[in-house]
């Protein structure tokens, strides 16, 4: 796994081992960031579940200004540090080890960008989009990764679902505010 482009392009990211683990693919990652190439610079984006933080690693190395990473998991929290330290992110980082939605209710940050790559069919995905969209600007944007079988939820406080993309036996949701979808 890489980053793909940006300040830190081509950088080798260390991943989790075991099972459980299911990085974003390679071509999956690079259809997301193409889909939000005009959105990123100066940003605030969130990684939720974040496992090896890649997806807050190549919004920072393509612009945004901060990035939020969080994991429940000490493995995960433990290699999204030492990726943030080797692509050279740790001053516009920020790493929590924490739940998503505990993180969500407590947390005041507010955030341009979301992603969110739950452990599948758990229904952590339908739990965390509401909290999310609450710590959202209204000209953000949501990206969900889940599998092709399960229901992507149709939105949450004034976010809507805008697109859905399919990859194999992944889709990748997509949520924008809704005044934002008619302009």
Same mark, same amino acid.
């Given at each position: 796994?890489?980053?793909?482009?940006?300040?830190?392009?081509?950088?080798?990211?260390?991943? /989790?081992?075991? *099972?459980?683990?299911?990085?974003? @693919? +390679?071509?999956?990652?690079?259809?997301?960031?193409?889909?939000l190439q005009f959105e990123l610079e100066g940003r605030h984006v969130l990684d939720l579940f974040a496992g090896s933080g890649q /997806?807050?690693? *190549?919004a920072l190395s393509r612009g @945004? +200004?901060?990035?939020?990473?969080?994991?429940?998991?000490?493995?995960a929290i433990r290699v999204i540090k030492s990726n943030v330290e080797k692509t050279?992110?740790?001053d516009c980082s920020s790493v929590y080890?924490?739940?998503?939605?505990?993180?969500?209710?407590?947390?005041g940050d507010k955030f341009h960008i979301a992603f969110l790559d739950p452990p599948y069919s758990k229904g952590l995905l339908e739990k965390a989009l509401p909290e999310v969209a609450k710590k959202m600007h209204k000209?953000?944007?949501?990206?969900?990764?889940?599998?092709?079988?399960?229901?992507?939820?149709e939105g949450a406080?004034?976010?809507?679902?805008?697109?859905?993309?399919?990859?194999?036996?992944?889709?990748?949701?997509?949520y924008r505010f809704e005044k934002e979808m008619l302009e």
């Open positions: 796994m890489r980053v793909i482009t940006g300040t830190a392009r081509g950088r080798t990211l260390a991943t /989790l081992e075991g *099972e459980d683990v299911r990085p974003t @693919a +390679e071509r999956v990652k690079e259809a997301v960031f193409s889909m /997806l807050g690693i *190549e @945004a +200004e901060k990035a939020v990473f969080v994991d429940a998991d000490k493995n050279g992110f740790t080890n924490s739940d998503a939605l505990s993180y969500l209710r407590f947390s000209s953000g944007v949501i990206v969900c990764e889940l599998p092709i079988r399960d229901p992507e939820p406080e004034g976010f809507k679902l805008y697109r859905t993309y399919k990859y194999g036996k992944i889709k990748i949701a997509v």
